[in-house]
């Protein structure tokens, strides 16, 4: 792991995706702590710019209108190099951010499983996708859409319902493991 990080082969941000619940703005701050980079969550960066929650910006203005958000916001942070971004949910799944993210990123899929994913996101009432709905059946679905593209990420890491000091070390080793391979076929 130091090697991979001491060659400083990581000269680009790292993108957290996958299902919200995940553990993407929780872990991606503990990782930016860890590698002394800066951490951006982009829905907390849309809020910021817009004045709005993002629940008021679905029920207002619709979700595709959040989603030419999502992409403004998303590509502007890509352009530091020393950070990491956690994107919301459908973020990758947009085939034209998805382009961005992978040709500017390394991009870190926090794979989740239905069962966890409910339990982190039942009682969040700030989720506009949850609202009114089965909230593990409404999970279930989108984690079937999405983890097929969402397979598209340098590296994979299974997150569990472990101590965060546990996953940061499996985050890193599979970033190394994983990540260095990948990366230096594109360098």
């Known amino acids: 792991m130091k090697i991979f990080f001491k060659n400083n082969i ?5 993108v957290l995706i996958g299902i919200m619940g995940a553990g993407k703005t929780t872990l991606g701050k503990k990782l930016a702590k860890h590698l002394d980079m800066e951490f951006y969550d ?76 409910t339990i982190r996101v039942k009682d969040n009432k700030r989720r506009p996708l949850l609202n009114n709905v089965d909230v593990r059946e409404t999970l279930s679905v989108m984690i079937e859409k999405r983890n097929p593209i969402y ?10 319902n472990i101590p965060h000091n546990k996953m940061i070390s499996k985050l890193l080793y599979e970033l190394e493991t994983q990540a260095a391979i990948k990366i230096k076929k594109q360098i």
């Open 42 to 117: 982009s829905d907390e960066e849309i809020e910021s710019k817009t004045g709005l929650s993002i629940k008021i910006i679905f029920k207002e203005q619709g979700e595709l209108a959040f989603r030419e958000m999502e992409e403004k916001v998303v590509t502007q942070l890509l352009l530091g190099s020393k950070r990491i971004i956690a994107t919301g949910g459908g973020a990758f799944i947009n085939p034209n951010l998805r382009k961005i993210i992978k040709k500017r990123a390394i991009t870190i899929w926090l794979k989740t499983d239905v069962d966890l994913a």
């Open 10 to 14: 990581i000269n680009k941000p790292i």
């Open 151 to 160: 397979s598209e990420a340098h590296v994979t890491v299974e997150s569990e």
